[in-house]
């Protein structure tokens, strides 16, 4: 092979690297690539074809590779990860496809969305858009997830809740939209305000006491923490004295881990139905 041509093809796979391993031939050809060289990058084993307008590096992301193999784009709680939302569980794979579509090739285990999307999407993007993420939860996730997605992408900024409202929402979206805050820092302390809104006690998410934020205040004196993974080493042991420095000041602490919430909640809930009823979530 010519040196020259070399050259080009790894400043090619380098190119194709830096825009997630997955490229649309178009984009290259825009940036001024020829299709001589994206021919030869695939001859050489350097790129790999997944479809007539689709290249990819050899060991390229799979769930994009698939993508652009079935003319489809990541979607719903697939897409919600990719955009560093919290999502309950991500076993299925989610894609989004035009409503017209024809028959689309995907494993068996792959559900495919078929709604319109709230924003277009483009044909040369594999992952959707956050609204969209938004849009299509809302009609396929449980109501507590969906609202736990909608909340993690308020508090990490991705969108807002004016924009939101702007766009023609279902009957649920508009009900999540309601609902919604960016105040939930996790998907636990969305469950968290959801499960016990019917105590009709002041819940305030994110709460300021004593130079730190906690989870959950139930009235004015009952804090509530949901431990995700990430509450060990340095974190665990701040936690630790965060809560000595509440008790000392007169709050009550209740700590629950992921799996209680997840997989024993009517023991948590126990917890603190047992605590309001014998009023620690008021000031003395």
Same mark, same amino acid.
């Given at each position: 092979?010519? *040196?020259?041509?070399?050259?080009?093809?790894?400043? =090619? @796979?380098?190119? $194709?690297?830096?825009?997630? &391993? %997955? /490229?649309?031939?178009?984009?290259?050809?825009?940036?001024?690539?020829?299709?001589?060289?994206?021919?030869?990058?695939?001859?050489?084993?350097?790129?790999?074809?997944?479809?007539?307008?689709?290249?990819?590096?050899?060991?390229?992301?799979?769930?994009?590779?698939?993508?652009?193999?079935?003319?489809?784009?990541?979607?719903?709680?697939?897409?919600?990860?990719?955009?560093?939302?919290?999502?309950?569980?991500?076993?299925?794979?989610?894609?989004?496809?035009?409503?017209?579509?024809?028959?689309?090739?995907?494993?068996?285990?792959?559900?495919?969305?078929?709604?319109? *999307?709230?924003?277009?999407?483009?044909?040369?993007? =594999? @992952?959707?858009? $956050?609204?969209?993420?938004? &849009? %299509? /939860?809302?009609?396929?996730?449980?109501?507590?997830?969906?609202?736990?997605?909608?909340?993690?992408?308020?508090?990490?900024?991705?969108?807002?809740?004016?924009?939101?409202?702007?766009?023609?929402?279902?009957?649920?979206?508009?009900?999540?939209?309601?609902?919604?805050?960016?105040?939930?820092?996790?998907?636990?302390?969305?469950?968290?305000?959801?499960?016990?809104?019917?105590?009709?006690?002041?819940?305030?998410?994110?709460?300021?006491?004593?130079?730190?934020?906690?989870?959950?205040?139930?009235?004015?004196?009952?804090?509530?923490?949901?431990?995700?993974?990430?509450?060990?080493?340095?974190?665990?042991?701040?936690?630790?004295?965060?809560?000595?420095?509440?008790?000392?000041?007169?709050?009550?602490?209740?700590?629950?881990?992921?799996?209680?919430?997840?997989?024993?909640?009517?023991?948590?809930?126990?917890?603190?139905?047992?605590?309001?009823?014998?009023?620690?979530?008021?000031?003395?």
């Amino acid at each position: 092979m010519n *040196p020259r041509i070399s050259l080009r093809i790894d400043e =090619l @796979v380098v190119r $194709v690297r830096s825009r997630g &391993g %997955v /490229v649309a031939s178009a984009v290259l050809h825009r940036d001024g690539v020829s299709a001589g060289t994206i021919a030869a990058a695939v001859s050489a084993g350097a790129l790999v074809r997944l479809r007539r307008r689709w290249v990819a590096v050899p060991d390229a992301d799979p769930f994009l590779a698939a993508a652009a193999r079935a003319g489809v784009t990541l979607a719903c709680s697939t897409a919600a990860v990719r955009h560093g939302l919290w999502v309950l569980s991500t076993g299925a794979i989610h894609v989004a496809a035009p409503p017209h579509a024809g028959r689309i090739s995907v494993a068996s285990e792959t559900r495919v969305h078929r709604c319109r *999307p709230l924003v277009p999407r483009h044909p040369e993007h =594999l @992952v959707d858009d $956050v609204v969209n993420v938004l &849009g %299509v /939860v809302s009609g396929c996730l449980p109501d507590e997830q969906a609202l736990a997605v909608w909340n993690s992408a308020l508090n990490k900024k991705l969108v807002t809740l004016e924009e939101m409202r702007r766009y023609p929402l279902t009957s649920r979206g508009l009900d999540l939209a309601a609902r919604a805050t960016p105040l939930a820092d996790s998907g636990l302390e969305t469950f968290l305000i959801e499960r016990l809104r019917w105590l009709g006690v002041r819940l305030t998410a994110q709460a300021w006491i004593l130079e730190h934020r906690v989870d959950l205040l139930i009235g004015e004196r009952l804090v509530v923490q949901a431990d995700g993974g990430h509450h060990v080493g340095s974190q665990r042991e701040a936690d630790v004295r965060h809560d000595t420095l509440l008790a000392l000041n007169g709050y009550h602490m209740i700590r629950v881990g992921y799996h209680q919430l997840i997989g024993d909640w009517p023991s948590v809930q126990q917890a603190i139905m047992s605590a309001i009823a014998q009023g620690l979530h008021r000031a003395r």
